[in-house]
């Protein structure tokens, strides 16, 4: 048996009768009695001294440097939005309690839309399952492998909802109300993935490999939101975000009620609807932070808007084609599923929601920033129409298709 070097606990050979047992032990009691005062009972001693550990570890481990150490990564870059948002946890308390389902039976799962494998009918059901899905044209199966994929990505975007300041969970199970929101946020949007992914696989109609190659590559590519650990940025990028992905997953649903494929109308319902509420959780943050400190948010919120908002998938790849999400979302373009008309109505709805134009008590810099985020979505709106209706005039000279290894190289 090969054991790693540099592993922090020692192998200690321990003889029961003739038999040779390796057991695993550590070689102090706990790196805490060290720290401890080093006044220890006779009964209460270390197993080794302090001298002889750090031998063994090559580390300093005095209480001081130990602290200093704890406090250097407590210095926060953004100690005024941290205030902020610990000042209204209770309306986060209510978040986790009244918009998150709750967990376990009552809450609904990806079994309760897939094929019961346990049943004498599990054939037929399957069987029903495939039918209603041969119906659905290849444009649209790859803009739902293409939601999928981003669905998959998941343990990024916990990553990244961790590193907003004053949001995070440092222990995995920190009882904080932040905490219990992202992990309960996580919980429920982990469903998304997996049903998705089941209902694609039952359906027999992709090349699963590739789509989980996809995958892979995306998680370990990674996603940079320009959230910069700011939870003003994280919040209004994710009040965003959540909006957008409800409205591609409420499309996709239609469209396939429209080629026939119930089962996946209803899937696409649900998720949307998780989506729905999750978009108003985040919403309804930014509304407090606004409450509070409406300059600093205008600020952030008109800086995001003229960096744009970042898609999650953007760094997706099969391995083969490095303009995957381009090809992806021009597809989904194509369909109408979200669109550049979209994104300027999120914008919107996010100006009115927030009631931005009646905010009042501003500094003229953020009355400058007001003004310019109100005016922004018919602005943006006109300059979509724009584009879309050149991307209308040069597809009826263009009939230019793209292959994907999604559909076994199908183009579309």
């Known amino acids: 048996m090969r054991f790693p070097m540099g592993t922090k606990a020692v192998l200690l050979i321990t003889t029961v009768g003739t038999a040779g047992a390796f057991q695993c032990s550590s070689f102090m009691k706990t790196q805490s009695s060290v720290r401890r005062s080093q006044h220890h009972s006779a009964t209460d001693s270390p197993i080794a001294t302090k001298k002889e550990y750090d031998e063994v570890l090559g580390s ?7 602290e200093k150490r704890k406090e250097k ?41 897939l094929p019961d494998l346990t049943k004498e009918n599990w054939v037929e059901e399957i069987k029903d399952l495939r039918e209603q899905a041969s119906q659905i044209p290849d444009e649209l199966l790859i803009v739902l492998v293409g939601d999928m994929v981003t669905e998959e990505a998941l343990p990024t975007y916990q990553t990244l909802l961790n590193t907003f300041e004053g949001c995070d969970d440092p222990t995995g199970t920190t009882d904080s109300a932040w905490a219990r929101w992202s992990r309960g946020w996580t919980s429920e949007e982990n469903r998304h993935g997996d049903l998705l992914n089941k209902y694609l696989y039952l359906g027999g109609r992709c090349d699963m490999r590739s789509i989980e190659v996809t995958i892979q590559h995306l998680i370990t590519n990674g996603f940079d939101p320009g959230a910069e650990q700011d939870p003003y940025r994280g919040f209004v990028y994710t009040s965003f975000q959540e ?10 649903g239609k469209l396939a009620g429209q ?28 509304k407090e932070i606004l409450k509070r400190d409406p300059d600093g948010l205008l600020e952030v919120f008109g800086e995001m808007m003229r960096e744009s908002i970042s898609m999650p998938a953007e760094l997706m790849t099969d391995g083969e084609d490095e303009n995957l999400y381009d090809s992806f979302s021009a597809v989904a373009q194509k369909l109408g599923v979200y669109t550049a008309i979209d994104y300027a109505d999120i914008i919107d709805h996010l100006v009115k929601t927030w009631d931005l134009a009646n905010l009042s008590g501003l500094s003229a810099e953020a009355e400058q920033e007001r003004d310019y985020l109100c005016r922004l979505p018919g602005r943006y709106r006109k300059l979509a129409e724009r584009s879309m209706n050149r991307a209308r005039k040069a597809a009826k000279d263009d009939i230019a298709t793209h292959s994907f290894n999604w559909i076994y190289g199908r183009a579309v």
């Open 60 to 66: 300093d481990f005095e209480v001081e440097t130990v």
């Open 73 to 113: 990564r407590r210095n926060l870059l953004y100690p005024k939005h941290v205030e902020v948002i610990e000042d209204f946890s209770h309306v986060v308390e209510r978040m986790v309690d009244g918009v998150l389902l709750e967990t376990g039976e009552k809450s609904w799962q990806p079994q309760d839309f």
């Open 243 to 252: 909006r957008a992905t409800k409205i591609s997953h409420g499309n996709v």
């Open 259 to 286: 080629n026939g494929d119930t089962n996946l109308q209803k899937i696409c319902a649900k998720i949307a609807g998780d989506e729905g509420r999750h978009e108003r959780a985040y919403q309804t943050f930014v």
